[in-house]
């Protein structure tokens, strides 16, 4: 659909384009959130293969096709997306980050029997249900991605806030399924990620004071070494295949085909190169065959989240 003014647009504000009163940041937040849902759309077919056996049964993997283990009908996209929409309606309800709502809504999630669900997080839920705490045990081996590949909501509604109140928000919703170091580590940044690239900044800027710092912290995720390959749920492998594939090349597309390629974990590995490409390259530089190819429902829940998150009054 073509951007048609203002009057056609408050009637029909569906996969609106980003009109010329549209702030940057905000086109960029919808690009983010449709490069998130686009990259888990692609890589959820290729989700638990290896690169060679992508190549073999496949070719290069870059058409949203959909089928792979969770035989996905093209265009639907898996806990990486609907949970994220679930913590974004959360956000929006309560108008800031909030532990308890957050679990609630991430319960509601899996009542509805949603495609795939990771084992930390269905664990950690099926305790608040028990429970009632919103906050589950810290254990080291709860590293996996799956709080990182949901934090979108976060940075946006967060977006201009300082470092600390963004690190805090985070927690309150990571910590309902995965109390980690590593994985707050990485979720922190990122979102702090994220919102450096809303504002415009340069990616060498943005490599150097959020990835290499998160190496000089946590040397584990140091990614220059060899290639990441077949990128197993482990938080630290998802980050070495994400930065790996973003800080490599130079398109969205060649980014996202780059990262699901690479097999393993590939719906999350690609939702989480995808929110960072789209934040970065913005919403022009996303193929429009992905664009039409994503499920309607997601293609006008995404970007009116993403609206409404930035629309939030910021607490400074
Ligand atoms: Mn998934
Ligand atoms: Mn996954």
Redesign the pocket.
């Known amino acids: 659909m073509f951007w048609t003014g203002d009057l056609i647009a408050r009637n029909a504000p569906v996969r609106r384009r980003a009109g010329p009163s549209e702030a940057p940041h905000i086109a960029r937040g919808v690009a983010a959130y449709l490069g998130l849902a686009i990259g888990?759309a692609l890589?959820?077919t290729v989700?638990f293969l290896t690169p060679n056996e992508i190549r073999h049964q496949i070719g290069l993997h870059s058409e949203i096709t959909g089928g792979g283990w969770?035989r996905l009908k093209a265009g639907k996209?898996?806990?990486?997306?609907t949970m994220s929409l679930a913590l974004g309606e959360s956000i929006i309800a309560r108008g800031c980050v909030d532990a308890l709502a957050a679990a609630e809504a991430f319960d509601a999630w899996m009542r509805a029997k949603p495609?795939?669900i990771?084992n930390t997080v269905r664990r950690n839920l099926i305790a608040f249900r028990t429970t009632g705490k919103p906050e589950a045990p810290a254990s080291e081996h709860d590293a996996g991605n799956g709080a990182a590949?949901r934090v979108l909501p976060v940075a946006l509604a967060c977006y201009g806030q300082p470092e600390n109140s963004v690190i805090s928000a985070n927690r309150a919703q990571a910590h309902v399924t995965h109390n980690s170091a590593l994985s707050d580590a990485a979720c922190e940044t990122l979102i702090l990620m994220v919102q450096d690239f809303l504002a415009g900044k340069d990616p060498v800027l943005v490599e150097r004071e959020r990835a290499q710092k998160l190496v000089s912290e946590f040397p584990v995720f140091a990614y220059d070494k060899r290639r990441r390959e077949n990128p197993s749920g482990y938080v630290v492998d998802t980050m070495q295949a994400v930065f790996q594939s973003f800080f490599a090349t130079e398109t969205f597309e060649d980014c996202l085909i780059d990262v699901v390629n690479r097999g393993g974990?590939a719906?999350?590995t690609g939702?989480i190169a995808g929110m960072l490409a789209g934040a970065y390259y913005g919403l022009d530089s996303i193929p429009k065959r992905w664009l039409k190819a994503i499920d309607e429902n997601i293609a006008t829940q995404c970007p009116a989240q993403a609206r409404a998150l930035l629309a939030l009054p910021r607490h400074p």
């Open positions: 888990d890589g959820a989700e969770l996209v898996t806990d990486d997306t495609v795939d990771g590949m974990d719906d999350t939702a």
